[in-house]
């Protein structure tokens, strides 16, 4: 079992940055892959970013890339998401979700999930 606990969300005006973080319990987080997703009332849960279980391949969704960085800390049993230049849209709840074995960008191919941080940027 994988028990993931974010935090770092807040509130943050609108161009400001923001650093998530999500701790995972257990000694096996260094053979997990870890991902970033974000969900919006009303909207479906969309990916944010991918970092593989050694951190050599990450992957950001196109609206992300250039202004979010994903990073783990496998020492630290942690996976970073720094977040710039936040835009309204952004204003989000954040999970972080972990699979073994594979790059994957799709929510249902997780298998363990966190509670959920919120970010909201005000314009």
């Known amino acids: 079992q994988v028990q993931l606990v974010e935090s770092g969300g807040g509130l943050v005006q609108a161009g400001g940055s923001l650093r998530l973080s999500c701790a995972s319990s257990?000694?096996?987080?260094?053979?997990?892959?870890m991902g970033w997703f974000r969900q919006c009332p009303g909207k479906e849960r969309e990916f944010v970013a991918v970092?593989?279980?050694?951190?050599?391949?990450?992957n950001y969704a196109d609206s992300v890339k250039g202004r979010f960085t994903i990073s783990r800390d496998n020492a630290k049993n942690t996976v970073y998401l720094q977040m710039n230049s936040l835009k309204p849209e952004n204003t989000a709840v954040y999970y972080c979700?972990?699979?073994?074995?594979?790059?994957?960008?799709?929510?249902?191919?997780?298998?363990?999930w966190g509670q959920g941080t919120q970010v909201t940027v005000s314009s």
């Open positions: 979700a972990a699979r073994p074995g594979a790059v994957v960008f799709r929510g249902y191919e997780y298998d363990y």
């Open positions: 257990g000694r096996t987080f260094h053979s997990y892959d």
């Open positions: 970092i593989s279980c050694s951190g050599g391949t990450i």
